[in-house]
T-cell receptor
């Protein structure tokens, strides 16, 4: 199993450009999420999906779009990049484990994005 | 709303010292609680978890006990190693699979 994979690892954009961050998982997990990590702020949820065809907004969704056409893939689109979107982006997948149905997250290695 | 608060870092310890990283949570009900670890240049990975009050999660010498009365889930290790240097995140489930994370605590362990 490759687990959760993300591409690219690094990206530099100019203000106003658009791009897609790719995320894929091979564990057949129902749930997938996108987070951004900023210094001193932990991880903040951008968008999430509870299954193919179903997505919803998280805590900081503005400026981002997602889609989930398959169980495996969950791309994140930046519509018009802004310097405030400079961050490290993590994709994660999850499933309900155990009798207590806790949802541990499996993270990708991250994409470091700089917007100039 | 739900929140997770953990002690600010960085925490700097000498090898073989005792580690405590405090974490408290505010939530509706009693969510599952987690500690995740992030090594330099990598994504987060699950360190340990507890799904109900008085549960103790443990892994790699780390442990944490889910205390309902104090709403806490402090991370401890009796003897840290240089290889434990990383950022540690406390987290709790908040409505189904959605997870809320603390700000993270950076640990440096000196040889």
């Amino acid at each position: 199993n490759a687990g959760v994979t993300q591409t690219p690892k690094f990206q530099v954009l100019k203000t106003g450009q658009s791009m897609t961050l790719q995320c894929a998982q091979d564990m057949n997990h129902e749930y997938m999420s996108w987070y951004r990590q900023d210094p001193g702020m932990g991880l903040r949820l951008i968008h999430y999906s509870v299954g193919a065809g179903i997505t919803d907004q998280g805590e900081v969704p503005n400026g981002y779009n997602v889609s989930r056409s398959t169980t495996e893939d969950f791309p994140l689109r930046l519509l018009s990049a802004a310097p405030s979107q400079t961050s490290v982006y993590f994709c994660a997948s999850s499933y309900a484990s155990g009798s207590a149905s806790s949802y541990e997250q499996y993270f990708g290695p991250g994409t470091r994005l700089t917007v100039t | 709303g739900d929140s997770v608060t953990q002690m600010e870092g960085p925490v700097t310890l000498s090898e073989e010292a005792f580690l405590t990283i405090n974490c408290t949570y505010t939530a509706t009900g009693y969510p599952s609680l987690f500690w995740y670890v992030q090594y330099p240049g990598e994504g987060l990975q699950l360190l340990l978890k507890a799904t109900k009050a008085d549960d103790k999660g443990s892994n790699k010498g780390f442990e944490a006990t889910y205390r309902k009365e104090t709403t806490s889930f402090h991370l401890e290790k009796g003897s840290v190693q240089v290889s434990d240097s990383a950022v540690y995140f406390c987290a709790g489930e908040t409505g189904g699979f959605k997870t809320i994370f603390g700000a993270g605590t950076r640990l440096f362990v000196k040889a």
